[in-house]
């Protein structure tokens, strides 16, 4: 059964820094396209990251640009967040998700596109 589990989620002051982990189960990550999402409680869900199966190849929603690095470590199943510079409107809960099918490049932020999710992983950024 697949399977994905994040953690690293936590609370931190304005311009801090979390590592978030989404490690897989049931298959092998690498062959599969990796999202971030977050979400705030009764909105639509928004695509953050996205590394791609094939290539490595990663993209960003303009809001984190420049602030979050998504990455892979193969041998531990895992894809990372990385998430530098935090803001107050980063405070959201964070999901990642894959998908059994391929994912076109233009879906690659879109929840539409993803049918495998985690349970989520709260961060909170605050004075």
């Known amino acids: 059964q697949v399977h994905l589990v994040e953690s690293g989620g936590g609370s931190v002051q304005p311009g801090g820094s979390l590592r978030l982990s989404c490690v897989a189960s049931?298959?092998?990550?690498?062959?599969?396209?990796i999202g971030w999402f977050r979400q705030v409680p009764g909105k639509e869900r928004e695509g953050v990251a996205c590394?791609?199966?094939?290539?490595?190849?990663?993209y960003y929603a303009d809001s984190v640009k420049g602030r979050f690095t998504i990455s892979r470590d193969s041998a531990k199943n895992t894809v990372y967040l990385q998430m530098n510079n935090l803001k107050p409107e980063d405070t959201r809960v964070y999901y990642c998700?894959?998908?059994?099918?391929?994912?076109?490049?233009?879906?690659?932020?879109?929840?539409?596109?993803?049918?495998?999710w985690g349970q989520g992983t709260q961060v909170t950024v605050s004075s």
């Open positions: 049931g298959f092998t990550l690498d062959y599969y396209a």
């Open positions: 998700a894959t998908s059994v099918f391929p994912i076109e490049v233009a879906g690659r932020l879109s929840s539409l596109s993803y049918n495998v």
């Open positions: 590394i791609s199966s094939s290539d490595g190849r990663t």
